[in-house]
C-alpha cells in the first residue's frame, strides 16, 4: 500500500514530525469546520446542474414533440388535398390569387371561376403546390392549419324570393 504525500515526505526527511502532526490536525479541524460547508455547496450546486440539465431536456423534448406533431398535421393536409383536389380544367379565363404577398394566374374554366367565387371550390397552397378543393375539405383544412388556405370564399346561397337572383353581378366588374 502506498504511502500519502505527507507520510512520504516525513520519510524523506522535508517536513519534521511536528509540521506533519499539524497537517493532520489541520485536517481534522478543517473537516469538521468550513470543509462539510464546501461540500454541502457543492452538492447543492451540483443538484442545481441536474435540474437545469432537467428542464433544458424537457425544452428540447417539448420542442421536438411540436415539430413532430406540426409534421403530422402538414400531412394530413397534404393528404386530405391530394385525396379530393379537383383537376384544373384548361380555360382562357386568368385568374389570380395572392399566395403570401405573391400574385400566381391560373388559367381556369368559366364554371371553375364561378364555383371558386361562389365558394364551391378552394384554393390550397402547401409549399410550392397548389390544389383546387371542394368548400367541405377546404374546412377540414382550415380546422387543421389556417394558412395553407390561400382562397376560401364565403359561399353564396340564393335565396329563392330575392327578385334579383336571375341578374348576377359579375366579378370582374369595375365601377
Not at 79 to 90: K, P, Y
Not at 128 to 144: C, G, H, M, S, T
Not at 152 to 167: G, S, W
Amino acid at each position: 500500500m502506498s504511502l500519502s504525500l505527507r507520510d512520504q515526505l516525513l520519510k524523506a526527511g522535508a517536513v519534521s514530525k511536528k509540521q506533519h502532526q499539524q497537517a493532520r490536525t489541520q485536517k481534522k479541524k478543517d473537516r469538521k469546520s468550513g470543509k462539510e460547508d464546501d461540500s454541502a455547496a457543492s452538492k447543492a450546486a451540483a443538484q442545481k446542474a441536474r435540474e437545469e440539465q432537467a428542464a433544458r431536456d424537457r425544452e428540447l423534448n417539448r420542442q421536438r414533440e411540436d415539430e413532430r406533431t406540426r409534421k403530422a398535421i402538414q400531412a394530413q393536409i397534404r393528404q386530405l388535398a391530394s385525396d379530393h383536389q379537383v383537376a384544373r380544367e384548361a380555360g382562357e379565363t386568368p385568374y389570380r390569387f395572392n399566395d403570401r404577398g405573391t400574385i400566381k394566374k391560373w388559367y381556369i374554366s368559366d364554371q371553375q371561376l364561378d364555383r371558386i367565387a361562389n365558394g364551391q371550390l378552394a384554393v390550397i397552397g402547401l409549399d410550392d403546390e397548389y390544389y383546387l378543393v371542394p368548400y367541405q375539405i377546404a374546412e377540414k383544412i382550415a380546422e387543421r392549419d389556417e394558412a395553407a388556405i390561400l382562397v376560401l370564399n364565403t359561399r353564396k346561397d340564393v335565396d329563392e324570393d330575392d327578385p334579383y337572383a336571375d341578374y348576377q353581378i359579375p366579378d370582374d366588374l369595375m365601377w
